[in-house]
T-cell receptor, first 114, second 110 residues
Framework: DTGVSQNPRHKITKRGQNVTFRCDPI?????LYWYRQTLGQGPEFLTYFQNEAQLEKSRLLSDRFSAERPKGSFSTLEIQRTEQGDSAMYLC????????????FGQGTRLTVV | EDQVTQSPEALRLQEGESSSLNCSYTVSGLRGLFWYRQDPGKGPEFLFT???AGEEKEKERLKATLTKKESFLHITAPKPEDSATYLC???????????FGQGTTLQVKP
């Protein structure tokens, strides 16, 4: 496993701007997840893809957030009109399908909205 | 609603002082209990998965155990390099999404 890759590692943006993050999962993994983590808390689930289909979205995912996974490969998470409350670590994870499959996480993208 | 709770939130140990971290869960149809280690500014790193009550797994100074309602991560004779946040998580629903506890931040002093 070459690992889950996320870019950029850090992003500072002004309130109201749009940002996009990228996640490259482990190549043979068909499941991909996005999580958000704030300081002192565990990661919270945002959305799930099986191949290219987005099958679940959390209530945390407001309409300013959109995620895609074209062709079932890499995924992008876009936040429009960023707010200070969006400041967090955004984590991507991937796993194989089926039960008993552990999820591997990327190093995350730290977003700071000023 | 599925829920995972960890205690304590923070733990300070002297090098060599053994202790345990607790993870209690209420998850319908448990499909595994996961432990991750997270260093500051990095993503969670997988440690263990436990699937049934009574199961135990070990890795170096760490041993994870599972009962029907909780899991414990035992740290034997910890070293400063064991300092990190330890996260417990359980899959919820059919998608494999993980419900995490808030984590226990461990500091081991030399």
């Amino acid at each position: 496993d070459t690992g889950v890759s996320q870019n950029p590692r850090h992003k500072i943006t002004k309130r109201g701007q749009n940002v996009t993050f990228r996640c490259d999962p482990i190549s043979e993994h068909n499941r991909l997840y996005w999580y958000r983590q704030t300081l002192g808390q565990g990661p919270e689930f945002l959305t799930y893809f099986q191949n290219e289909a987005q099958l679940e979205k959390s209530r945390l995912l407001s309409d300013r957030f959109s995620a895609e996974r074209p062709k079932g490969s890499f995924s992008t998470l876009e936040i429009q009109r960023t707010e200070q409350g969006d400041s967090a670590m955004y984590l991507c994870a991937s796993s194989r399908g089926g039960d008993r499959q552990k999820a591997f996480f990327g190093q995350g993208t730290r977003l700071t909205v000023v | 609603e599925d829920q995972v709770t960890q205690s304590p939130e923070a733990l300070r140990l002297q090098e060599g002082e053994s202790s345990s971290l607790n993870c209690s869960y209420t998850v319908s149809g448990l499909r595994g209990l996961f432990w991750y280690r997270q260093d500051p500014g990095k993503g969670p790193e997988f440690l263990f998965t436990l699937y049934s009550a009574g199961e135990e797994k070990e890795k170096e100074r760490l041993k994870a155990t599972l009962t029907k309602k909780e899991s414990f991560l035992h740290i034997t004779a910890p070293k400063p390099e064991d300092s990190a946040t330890y996260l417990c998580a359980a899959p919820s629903g059919n998608t494999g999404k993980l419900i995490f506890g808030q984590g226990t931040t461990l500091q081991v002093k030399p």
